[in-house]
């Protein structure tokens, strides 16, 4: 059976770093994401890593705050996130897909994790 749990997810302070964690089971995936959605907005596009991790592709948004990681031998994948923002405050979900790649389009995506809140204070 295939599981992605995310797990880290918390109420911080703007300013503040938190590491939002993904652990894969019943297979290893190619190319694991990160997307967000907060309350009456679309899924939105967080970063994308590829197998071996040496690619990676983030929104300008999140750009340079954000940075997505993965240990393939843990079959875990990574969201650290700085200097966060009210505006980043949402559910934040991990996908993964079995192409290996670095895709933007949540459609695209064939597994999904059931989420973690990200509450960003002011």
């Known amino acids: 059976q295939v599981q992605l749990v995310e797990s880290g997810g918390g109420l911080v302070q703007a300013g503040d770093s938190l590491t939002l964690s993904c652990a894969a089971s019943g297979r290893t995936f190619a190319t694991l994401a990160w997307f967000r959605q907060a309350p009456g907005k679309e899924r939105e596009f967080v970063g994308t890593?590829?197998?071996?991790?040496?690619?990676?592709y983030y929104p300008n948004s999140v750009k340079g705050r954000f940075t997505i990681s993965r240990d393939n031998a843990k079959g875990t994948v990574y969201l650290q996130m700085n200097r966060l923002k009210p505006e980043d405050t949402a559910v934040y979900y991990c996908?993964?897909?079995?192409?290996?790649?670095?895709?933007?389009?949540?459609?695209?995506?064939?597994?999904w994790g059931q989420g973690t809140q990200v509450t960003v204070s002011s």
């Open positions: 890593i590829n197998r071996s991790g040496g690619g990676t």
């Open positions: 996908a993964a897909k079995d192409a290996d790649g670095l895709y933007i389009t949540s459609s695209l995506y064939d597994y």
